[in-house]
């Protein structure tokens, strides 16, 4: 089946510590996303990736890192710069040029 | 900032009304509204979308209406269900080159049985 996968569904960390989200496509989409969740706060833009090996801060990139080294993934570094990490974190896929964007599962992270 | 302003952040409407949720944007360069869905612990899915060449898009019982003088837009679900019961978010973007998405902030709704 085509789509898009996150894991963990959940993952915890203690304060201090960087978190790798995954997130990996099979829709061969050229653009990835990852979006930050809170509760009354909708989306929010994190970073975002149009084609592999490029990639573009969104609205909150502060305390965030990204690659694309293949087409297919586009993980999510979590720093010990982000001064409030937990949230729901979304990432979701587009072709190029297109404008419906697929999204996965979503990750719950908790920092303690 | 872009922004696109959603109400209400709530919303409780009895099985078989109408739900009727809003949103106003302010870039003029906006060309494609979006509405996306959401269950708990879910991602969001596309819903239903619109550009701005049309004033109303309908399908099934999901139905967009445009405003574009105005720059407002609203989703109404007909003879709404309790599987109606999400997060409904609206966004809008530029679809010149790869436009990212301005969402709004979300309405919870509610359908009692």
């Known amino acids: 089946d085509g789509g898009i996968t996150q894991s963990p569904k959940y993952l915890f960390r203690k304060e201090g510590q960087n978190v790798t989200l995954s997130c990996e496509q099979n829709l061969n989409h050229d653009a990835m996303y990852w979006y930050r969740q809170d509760p009354g706060q909708g989306l929010r833009l994190i970073y975002y990736s149009q084609i592999v090996n490029d990639f573009q801060k969104g609205d909150i990139a502060e305390g965030y890192s990204v690659s694309r080294e293949k087409k297919e993934s586009f993980p999510l570094t979590v720093t010990s710069a982000q001064k409030n990490p937990t949230a729901f974190y979304l990432c979701?896929?587009?072709?190029?040029?297109?404008?419906?964007?697929?999204f996965g599962p979503g990750t719950r992270l908790t920092v303690t | 900032q872009q922004q696109v302003k959603q109400s209400p952040q709530s919303l409780i409407v009895q099985k078989g009304g109408i739900s009727i949720i809003n949103c106003a944007y302010e870039?003029?360069?906006?060309?494609?509204f979006p509405w996306y869905q959401q269950f708990p612990g879910k991602g969001p899915a596309l819903l239903i979308a619109i550009r701005p060449d049309v004033s109303e898009k309908k399908e099934g019982r999901f139905t967009i209406s445009f405003n574009k003088s105005a720059k407002q837009f609203s989703l109404h679900i007909m003879d709404s269900q309790p599987g109606d019961s999400a997060t409904y978010f609206c966004a809008a973007s530029n679809l010149v080159g790869y436009s990212t998405l301005t969402f709004g902030k979300g309405t919870m709704l509610l359908v009692s049985p």
């Open positions: 979701a896929s587009t072709v190029a040029g297109g404008y419906e964007q697929y």
């Open positions: 870039n003029t360069a906006f060309d494609y």
